[in-house]
């Protein structure tokens, strides 16, 4: 059974920062190209950063640009997103995703609130 769990997610105020992290299960992450997405209140769910199994160049919303930054360990099968300068418009249900062919895998997500 395939399972992608994030967490790190909280309350922090503006200029903070913080570590998601999605520990992978019942599939080779190594295997599958990662991303995170988020969604907002009434919004769409948006990807935010993605990082491809060789994991060179890792892809960036321009909105996180120079902020963020998406990292793999193999070894733990685990994704992380770092989140700096956090920003109150980056409030949101933040998501993992594992993708692969026709193969396409959500965590639960894992609430950020940035607020003062």
């Known amino acids: 059974q395939v399972q992608l769990v994030e967490s790190g997610g909280g309350l922090m105020q503006p200029g903070g920062s913080l570590r998601l992290s999605c520990a992978a299960s019942?599939?080779?992450?190594?295997?599958?190209?990662m991303s995170w997405y988020r969604q907002a209140p009434g919004k769409e769910r948006d990807l935010v950063a993605k990082?491809?199994?060789?994991?060179?160049?890792?892809i960036y919303a321009d909105s996180v640009k120079g902020r963020f930054t998406i990292s793999r360990d193999n070894a733990k099968n685990t994704v992380y997103l770092q989140m700096n300068s956090l920003k109150v418009e980056d409030t949101a249900v933040y998501y993992c995703n594992a993708a692969r062919k026709i193969y396409n895998y959500w965590g639960q997500g894992t609430q950020v609130t940035v607020s003062s």
């Open positions: 990082i491809t199994q060789a994991a060179r160049s890792p």
């Open positions: 019942g599939l080779p992450a190594s295997a599958y190209t």
